[in-house]
């Protein structure tokens, strides 16, 4: 029974992690593609509102198995948590860049933050 239970979360932590570099890489290239033509604080906030997007239908879908539709106090719990990082994310990413002139610097540096 243990194993059983040993690898179901091992296939759960992967599955976790391919949702993540998905979502992780959809807000890179969001990032670097707005980050020529607006501010890089717009930039980032637009590229987390895509990412959190994706992130939150995989990891439901894909690392969950949960097929049930989304109800109001999930989306509200998610997304007051995803303020907080997203508050972070865009404040570290500003800092970093301002400091470095280098846009994945700041990506980098606000997304593992």
Not at 63 to 69: A, D, G, I, L, Q
């Amino acid at each position: 029974m243990i194993r059983i239970f040993r690898r179901i979360k091992e296939r759960q932590f992967f599955r976790f992690l391919f949702c993540g570099g998905c979502s992780t890489l959809l807000g890179f290239v969001v990032y670097m593609i707005l980050s020529k033509y607006i501010l890089t604080a717009a930039a980032k906030t637009f590229s987390m509102i895509a990412s959190s997007v994706l992130s939150y239908l995989m990891n439901k879908r894909i690392t969950f198995s949960n097929r049930n539709k989304t109800n109001a106090s999930e989306f509200v719990r998610y997304y007051t948590v995803w303020m907080i990082n997203l508050l972070t994310n865009v404040l570290v990413n500003q800092i970093v860049f301002s400091l470095s002139q280098n846009r994945v610097l700041g990506f980098l540096s606000g997304t593992v933050c």
